[in-house]
């Protein structure tokens, strides 16, 4: 009694695999899978239980058994072999009659070989099963994960090739388009693989006119992201959004550009939109949390991790949002967590910037800088070159500090970040203060509207004595900015120079808007001291008795 081969290809088709996985044990230990006699018939059972596998992610069981119908394929006879198919089942089930004369295809096997060591992150192996592959046999598929496996391995070149041809085969594929964008490709390269289709009338519809246009459009702001033009790109996809709109891949890529350049209102607005669509995304909810940690929103952080562990709690982004929501309460565990979304995903960029602020924020600088130095190996962008600055900085090391601020100015030319960067290294020194404040001007020229650039000069201007200079600054941007840090940064001007009661109006007004800001309930706690008349600096004597109560008790418990 033979089992019918179709029935387990009808089984995978429907993706019933636990149960083409039960009849493939069946089918290969069938007589009629002979090995001695039936070599072609065994061959095909193994790769069809382990496509079953692979399908249930028994990834070693799979390779075990593909590379069993390897084996017997290799010992068909010629005439056999001559009508080959994939071991994958095709969309209508195999004929009882072509049983005894189809095989396997050996090219599909090798793929799906890969494919496995790929899923187990053994990226050697993987490759070394794909170049056994011929050139010209290589499908769309093969070419992709060929792409991936060279990339990961850093053979940039091959990869670049890989992609290309992806898109010679098909120009819609996004991934090939946003990697070859990433490794340096400009808009026109990209752009000039895709194929051209010959008409009958000789002209394309208006549908492809259409269709051509917008994808040279997401090409061309790929190719912005990848080059640091970060505001081109912006405009891009902006407009992209407006011909396709509440498109969660546009809104997810807007928001993404927004949290990096530091428009972190803006890119919460649109992380929330996006969750608001699909209240089960994951991909870049790790940079939403990122942007919730910053602003102290915990009430919103504690929702988003229990969202994310809830839809996929293996995700490197959901280990992310944890390690972001831990930080305040335990460092350790929060290392733990964005230590454990590395292994996940060793190539997963927000894992090494929050483990790199983790780690400095902990007084850990030499571990931090390792740690930006992964994120910038993966992809620089503004926030791995702040991360080595401001970690070589608190390491004392200015010159590195000040290579790092100048690559990221030259990766960024146009970058006001990138400016204020050069001006923080050259302020961390009394000698380079004038320097520096030409490089905060310089960057508020560029960016008058860029926060960051304008604390930092009110800060030098205090420094050296210049507090008028400081609040005039700052005020301007009251006009147009609600911002807690601002607040804080002017109470703190004003608490320098004795007028307690406007420092008191900005505080409050800091927590107003944030609650949650440590730096303005410290400075308020302290500035009521001032106002009472006591020195803010000197211990408190409940603090003193308390000391003296813990010491007591401490040698109680050592006499008991």
Known sequence: MDVPKDQIATLLEHGLYSSAQTLGYFLVSSPAANAETSPHIKAESLALLGD????????????????????????????????????????????????????????????????????????????????????????????????????????????????????????????????????????????????QTPYKSGRAPFDHFDSSRWLQRYVEAQCCIASNDYKGGLELFTDLLQRFPNNIHLLLEIAKIEAIIGKNEEAIMNFEKARLIDPYIVTYMDEYAILLKKKSDYSKLNKLAHDLLSIEPTRPEALVT??????????????????????????????????????????????????????????????????????????????????????????????????????????????????????????????????????????????????????????????????????VKLAQVFAATNMLQDALLHYQSALRINPQNEAAKKGLERLEKQMKGVDPDAPEEDEENEVEDADGDLEETDLL
């Open 52 to 195: 079953a596998l692979f399908r249930e992610r028994e990834y070693r069981r799979a390779i075990h058994n593909y590379k069993q119908a390897l084996q017997y394929y290799k010992i068909i006879p010629k005439q056999n072999s001559t009508s080959s198919r994939s071991s994958l089942p095709p969309n209508r089930s195999s004929s009882p009659n072509s049983f005894n004369i189809s095989a396997i295809n050996e090219n599909e096997v090798k793929f799906k070989i890969a494919s496995c060591h790929s899923a187990l992150s053994e990226n050697r192996a993987a490759i070394g099963e794909m170049e056994g592959i011929p050139g010209k046999a290589r499908n769309l598929q093969m070419n992709l994960l060929m792409g991936k496996l060279y990339r990961i391995s850093r053979h940039i070149r091959p990869a670049i090739s890989c992609y290309k041809e992806c898109l010679r085969h098909c120009p819609f594929v996004l991934e090939a388009i946003t990697a070859l964008a990433e490794m340096g490709a400009t808009a026109k390269d990209i752009i000039s693989l895709f194929p």
């Open 322 to 487: 944890l390690s972001a929501l831990w930080e305040r309460k335990d460092g350790g565990k929060a290392l733990t967590y964005v230590d454990q979304s590395i292994r996940i995903d060793e190539r997963h960029i927000p894992c090494y910037i929050m483990k790199g602020h983790l780690l400095l924020t902990t007084k850990q600088a030499e571990s931090a800088v390792i740690a930006f130095r992964g994120a910038q190996e993966l992809r620089p962008d503004i926030r791995s070159y702040e991360g080595l600055v401001h970690s070589y900085l608190a390491l004392s090391k200015t010159k590195e500090a000040l290579y790092a601020a100048r690559e990221a100015m030259k990766a960024m030319p146009q970058s006001a970040k990138a400016l204020k960067l050069v001006g923080d290294v050259h302020a961390s020194n009394s000698s380079g203060r004038e320097k520096a404040k030409k490089f905060y001007e310089s960057a508020l020229r560029l960016e008058p509207g860029y926060l960051g650039a304008a604390l930092a000069l009110a800060e030098l201007h205090v420094i050296e004595g210049r507090n008028g200079d400081a609040v005039s600054l700052l005020e301007r941007y009251l006009k147009d900015w609600a911002d807690d840090s601002l607040h």
